[in-house]
């Protein structure tokens, strides 16, 4: 299995810190997800993207299809940043996977 | 409404009982998505469908789980002889075809 691994798998940082979240995949993609999910469950996607760069606000995705490869960046991070970053793929095969997520804990 | 809504949000069962949970998708949305999620657990894949047609069910973990969507609207998770092992959060998720997947709420289930 791990057909999506995440790193780090918890990380801590201080407001206003630049923070990158890493996903690596195995399987040949169509699509590539960002989610988002706060305390008491709720996921929002943040990100869906198959190529290049995508930037919403202070997020900023970015994939690179050859190294099998993603990353988000949140900029000036805020205490409300604070959730469980997951990064989700969906195989040619139509298959979805899941990373375990990455636990963000930005402190005022 | 606005958004995928998932019922129950909570369902408690005696191990054995069958259960059945509810998702009403965004309307007009096309695909639809069933995900299980162990506590501390990114979501796995359970199954998914576009329109009434169910065209992946490789994550159902046993044939005790059961997905329908008749009409390809709202779509029912059946899962038979609860076991603790289902204890859970279910989410259902939807979108139009295979684009930006919108997420309910989903329905935690716990088997005592």
């Known amino acids: 299995k791990n057909e999506v691994e995440q790193s780090p798998q918890n990380l801590t940082a201080q407001e206003g810190e630049f923070i990158t979240i890493n996903c690596s995949y195995s399987?040949?993609?169509?699509?590539l997800h960002w989610l988002q999910q706060h305390p008491g469950g709720g996921i929002v996607s943040l990100f869906m993207?198959?190529?290049g760069k995508k930037k919403h606000g202070r997020l900023i995705a970015t994939i690179n299809i050859q190294e099998k490869h993603s990353s988000l960046h949140i900029t000036a991070s805020h205490p409300r940043d604070s959730a469980v970053y997951i990064c989700?793929?969906?195989?040619?095969?139509?298959?979805?996977?899941f990373g375990t997520g990455t636990s963000l804990t930005v402190i005022p | 409404g606005a958004g995928v809504s998932q019922s129950p949000r909570y369902k408690v069962a005696k191990r054995g009982q069958d259960v059945a949970l509810r998702c009403d998708p965004i309307?007009?949305?096309?695909?639809l998505f069933w995900y299980q999620q162990a506590l501390g657990q990114g979501p796995e894949f359970l199954t998914y469908?576009?329109?009434?047609?169910?065209?992946?069910k490789s994550g159902l973990p046993s044939d005790r789980f059961f997905a329908e969507r008749p009409e390809g609207s709202v779509s029912t998770l059946k899962i038979q002889r609860t076991q603790q092992e289902d204890s859970a959060v279910y989410l259902c998720?939807?979108?139009?075809?295979?684009?930006?997947?919108?997420f309910g709420p989903g329905t935690r289930l716990t088997v005592l």
């Open positions: 998720a939807s979108s139009f075809y295979l684009g930006t997947q919108y």
């Open positions: 399987v040949g993609i169509s699509a």
């Open positions: 993207l198959s190529s």
């Open positions: 989700a793929v969906r195989s040619t095969r139509n298959q979805f996977y």
């Open positions: 309307s007009g949305h096309v695909s």
């Open positions: 469908f576009q329109n009434e047609a169910q065209l992946d």
